[in-house]
């Protein structure tokens, strides 16, 4: 089945400075990669997603870029304010039903 | 909010037992997709039914089942639970149950604790 290995851990970064968080996969026959945001006490949330045909993906400050060849694939966050402060998860799938999640990134932002 | 409600919120009790969790998806929605996770095990996918019949099968331990209903709520029996079954479960819908070629939206999840 797919692996996915996601880092860092743990991310700490000043208010208004970049995040970027990477996954690396292990199918490369996968064609789907969402990331997920999860705050205290809730769901995760869709915050991004790409497709393998398509190689960056931008929504305001959030970005996603993809390397079929390399297999990996990476969040961005620009301009990092507090409330960006969560667990991130990536994950991969290849048309199937079922997501490989990576094991999160807490990232937390200095005020 | 994603629409997808969860109930209970939390649910605390002994090794042996059963219990039932229960997922109502977004309105529309066909298809449910329940999820553990766990500090050592991350988020795993467990299963996923479609308009009532069962679809895709993850990492499910056979003292689980799950089923869902002709209103498309759904529910997860996890029975004899042992210690390591305390985990947050999460259920998921999606419009059509096209897996990957669709957003999965999550619930606010279920605390479970084995004592």
């Known amino acids: 089945g797919e692996n996915v290995e996601q880092h860092p851990s743990t991310l700490s970064v000043q208010e208004g400075d970049s995040a970027v968080i990477k996954c690396t996969y292990s199918d490369s026959a996968s064609n789907y990669f969402p990331w997920y945001k999860q705050e205290l006490g809730k769901g995760p949330q869709l915050i991004i997603d790409?497709?393998?045909?398509?190689g960056e993906k931008k929504d305001q400050r959030i970005a996603v870029t993809l390397n079929k060849t390399a297999k990996h694939f990476s969040l961005h966050i620009t301009e990092t304010q507090p409330e960006d402060s969560a667990v991130y998860f990536c994950?991969?799938?290849?048309?199937?039903?079922?997501?490989?999640f990576g094991a999160g990134t807490t990232v937390t932002v200095r005020a | 909010d994603s629409g997808v409600t969860q109930t209970p919120k939390h649910l605390i009790t002994a090794t042996g037992q059963r219990v039932t969790l229960r997922c109502s998806p977004r309105?529309?929605?066909?298809?449910v997709y329940w999820y553990q996770q766990s500090l050592d095990q991350g988020l795993q996918f467990l299963i996923q039914y479609y308009n009532g019949e069962e679809r895709a099968k993850g990492n499910i331990l056979e003292r689980f089942s799950a089923q869902q209903f002709p209103d498309l709520h759904s529910e997860l029996n996890l029975s004899s639970l042992e210690l390591g079954d305390s985990a947050l479960y999460f259920c998921?819908?999606?419009?059509?149950?096209?897996?990957?070629?669709?957003?999965?939206?999550f619930g606010p999840g279920t605390r479970l604790l084995v004592l």
């Open positions: 994950a991969a799938s290849f048309n199937d039903y079922k997501l490989s």
């Open positions: 998921a819908s999606s419009a059509y149950g096209q897996g990957a070629r669709e957003t999965q939206y």
């Open positions: 309105s529309g929605d066909l298809s």
């Open positions: 790409i497709r393998s045909n398509v």
